[in-house]
C-alpha cells in the first residue's frame, strides 16, 4: 500500500510562490510514475504535472515555465515549485501516484491508484 500526504499550500499574492511537498510512504520505488492534480471549485479535476522515469516530466500548457515538477527519490518526496503564481491556479492541489505497470502517464491523466488528501493553494490577485 501506498500513502501519499501533501503540504505547503497557503494563501499568496499574484505574482507569488509557493512549494508543495508530497512524502509517499509504504511500497513505493522510483519506477512509480507521480503527478500533481489541481481541482478549483465547480471544475474538473485537471492534471498539471507528471514525471515518469524514462521520459521524464510534462506540464499542462499554462504552467509551462512557472511550474517545476521534480523528486527526490531517496527521501520519496515529490515536489511542485510553483513560480508566478496567478489567481486562475487557485485550487485544492493533489499529489498521485500509479506502479510501473501502469505508467507512463501524460499531463492530463486524471486515474491514478493512489491519492493524497489535497492541500489548498489560494492565489489573490
Known amino acids: 500500500q501506498v500513502q501519499l500526504v501533501e503540504s505547503g499550500g497557503g494563501s499568496v499574492q499574484a505574482g507569488g510562490s509557493l512549494r508543495l511537498s508530497c512524502a509517499a510512504s509504504?511500497?513505493?520505488?522510483?519506477?512509480?510514475?507521480m503527478a500533481w492534480l489541481r481541482q478549483a471549485p465547480g471544475k474538473e479535476r485537471e492534471g498539471v504535472a507528471v514525471?515518469?522515469?524514462?521520459?521524464?516530466?510534462s506540464y499542462r500548457d499554462s504552467v509551462k515555465g512557472r511550474f517545476t515538477i521534480s523528486q527526490d527519490n531517496a527521501k520519496k518526496i515529490l515536489y511542485l515549485e510553483m513560480n508566478g503564481l496567478k489567481p486562475e491556479d487557485t485550487a485544492m492541489y493533489y499529489c498521485?501516484?500509479?506502479?510501473?505497470?501502469?505508467?507512463?502517464?501524460?499531463?492530463?491523466?486524471?486515474?491514478?491508484?493512489?491519492w493524497g488528501q489535497g492541500t489548498q493553494v489560494t492565489v489573490s490577485s
Open positions: 509504504g511500497v513505493l520505488n522510483s519506477r512509480y510514475c
Open positions: 498521485a501516484a500509479d506502479p510501473p505497470e501502469l505508467c507512463p502517464h501524460s499531463w492530463w491523466s486524471r486515474d491514478y491508484k493512489y
Open positions: 514525471i515518469n522515469t524514462d521520459i521524464g516530466p
